[in-house]
């Protein structure tokens, strides 16, 4: 099966940045509704940002908007995550995840997707 990997995760001072990356193995692999994840020590996986297969429509949880920005170029992979003005709170691992159906969906929701990476670490000291 096709596996998504991640890229661009570290360790970065509060106010800083970071840019993520997340592409399939497969090059073959479609276009999808893709979205991103983390996940915090002792805390469940919660919804970051999404973005609809051509790149025309985003969404973000209200604790990172206007802060990071989810993009892909003309429906291609990879597709990014730029955080700006991390805070420690933004400390956790980070998941790309990507559902090949095109239907209408609840971007906030896990089991919504049917692929995922295996995350990369993103650590915000203060």
């Known amino acids: 099966q096709v596996q998504l990997v991640e890229s661009g995760g570290g360790l970065v001072q509060a106010g800083g940045s970071l840019r993520l990356s997340c592409a399939p193995s497969d090059r073959t692999f479609g276009s999808y509704p893709m979205g991103w994840f983390r996940q915090a020590p002792g805390k469940e996986r919660e919804f970051v940002a999404a973005i609809s297969w051509s790149g025309d429509s985003t969404y973000y949880a209200d604790s990172v908007k206007g802060r990071f920005t989810i993009s892909r170029d003309n429906a291609a992979h990879p597709v990014y995550l730029q955080m700006n003005s991390l805070k420690p709170e933004d400390t956790a691992v980070y998941f790309c995840?990507?559902?090949?159906?095109?239907?209408?969906?609840?971007?906030?929701?896990?089991?919504?997707?049917?692929?995922w990476g295996q995350g990369t670490q993103v650590t915000v000291s203060s």
């Open positions: 995840a990507a559902r090949d159906d095109y239907s209408d969906y609840d971007v906030r929701r896990t089991y919504e997707y049917n692929y």
